[in-house]
């Protein structure tokens, strides 16, 4: 009998030594993740503000500024397709 106590003692002792390194690996994740949650806020923020000024850039009237409009003037041509196509046979 005296055995088996000593046996249940060593196994509580294993166990609660287990559980001390779970609890101590667990709370060094914790920290780990609240660390890292803070960062990743941040870099989110980050990201929105960023969204933000491009979606108002794109949004006003100056955002395509640096392309020019076609010019009036230009007509598309309707020959020159036709004279190459039909010196050719029709294309048959």
Do not use: C
């Not at 914790?30 to 989110?44: N, P």
């Not at 003037?73 to 010196?87: C, E, N, Y």
Request: hydrophobic share 35%; no cysteine.
């Amino acid at each position: 009998m005296a055995a088996d106590g000593k046996d249940m003692d060593d196994e509580t002792f294993a166990l609660m030594k287990s559980q001390a390194e779970i609890d101590k690996i667990r709370q060094e994740e914790s920290a780990d993740f609240m660390q890292a949650q803070s960062d990743l806020k941040i870099g989110l923020e980050g990201v929105r503000k960023a969204l933000g000024v491009l979606r108002d850039y794109y949004a006003s009237d100056d955002a395509f500024v640096q392309q020019s409009a076609m010019p009036e003037q230009h007509v598309k041509a309707s020959s020159a397709g036709t004279s190459i196509i039909g010196s050719r046979g029709g294309g048959e």
